[in-house]
């Protein structure tokens, strides 16, 4: 059984290593899968977001505008303090999450932008057990919104998930990295119809993303 609280504390920890001591020249450094957002901007969404939860304060997916004056109120602030912050948080977070207080929308997230950072700053990806976690989870409910348009079966690397029935019968074989950035829109249409695909895969490509496509490529160093 996945302990999602390890997967969201190694996470925070391993941002705050990659950020610390960061030059305010990469810190101001633009991130291309958030592109409203520099690195320091991306730290901020999640110190706040992991606050708010802790206070009480938020029992819910935050609106957009709750998102921007979380990052706004720490567009100030030294970066070691929004990590500071953050630690202080944390532990009620990782607490919360293993007892399943909060959905685990929070681990995505953390891991998720982990990624993001990471693309930004040429650091590679997350350790596999990280985002593959945040993809084990998702596999789960493939069904409700991957299998509206046929059957679709995704080969990813050891890992297979079918979602759907009936016609048309599809398969696509996908990196599971990838498969797992497309899903939290990181991919363009154009680089998911790229993939290995065995069918028509115009019915699935709007699916996929959960919150969209990118509208330009978005090819990260691994």
């Given at each position: 059984m996945?302990d999602?609280a390890?997967?969201?504390r190694?996470?925070?920890h391993?941002?705050a290593?990659?950020?610390?001591d960061?030059?305010?020249?990469d ?5 291309s ?16 977001g992991?606050?708010?939860?802790a206070a009480?304060?938020?029992?819910r997916i ?7 004056e ?5 567009r100030?602030s030294?970066v ?10 944390g532990?009620?977070i990782e607490?919360?999450v293993?007892?399943?207080q909060v ?8 891991v998720t932008?982990e990624?993001?950072l990471?693309?930004?700053l ?5 350790p ?6 945040s993809?084990?989870?998702l ?6 919104w991957?299998?509206?348009s ?14 759907g029935?009936?016609e048309p019968?599809?398969t696509?074989e ?7 950035r497309?899903l939290f829109?990181r991919r363009?249409t ?10 028509d ?14 509208d ?7």
């Open positions: 996945t999602y390890a997967v969201y190694e996470s925070r391993r941002i290593d990659l950020v610390r960061l030059p305010d020249g810190l101001a450094r633009r991130v899968s958030c592109p409203a957002w520099t690195v320091a901007d991306t730290v901020a969404h999640l110190a706040a992991a606050c708010e939860v009480g304060r938020m029992d935050p609106t957009d505008e709750q998102t921007a979380g990052v706004a109120a720490r100030t030294a070691a303090d929004v990590l500071a912050e953050w630690e202080g948080c532990p009620s607490h919360a293993d007892t399943r959905p685990l929308n929070i681990v995505h997230d953390v932008h990624a993001d990471r693309g930004a040429g650091a590679g990806r997350p596999e057990q990280a985002w593959q976690a993809l084990d989870h596999s789960r409910g493939f069904g409700a991957l299998g509206r046929g059957q679709l079966t995704v080969v990813a690397g050891e890992h297979r998930f079918t979602a029935e009936g019968v599809t696509v996908v990196d599971g990295y990838e498969f797992w497309a829109g363009s154009a680089q998911m119809a790229g993939w290995g695909w065995d069918g895969p115009a019915p699935h490509l709007a699916a996929i993303p959960i919150f969209g496509p990118t330009a490529d978005l090819v990260e160093a691994r």
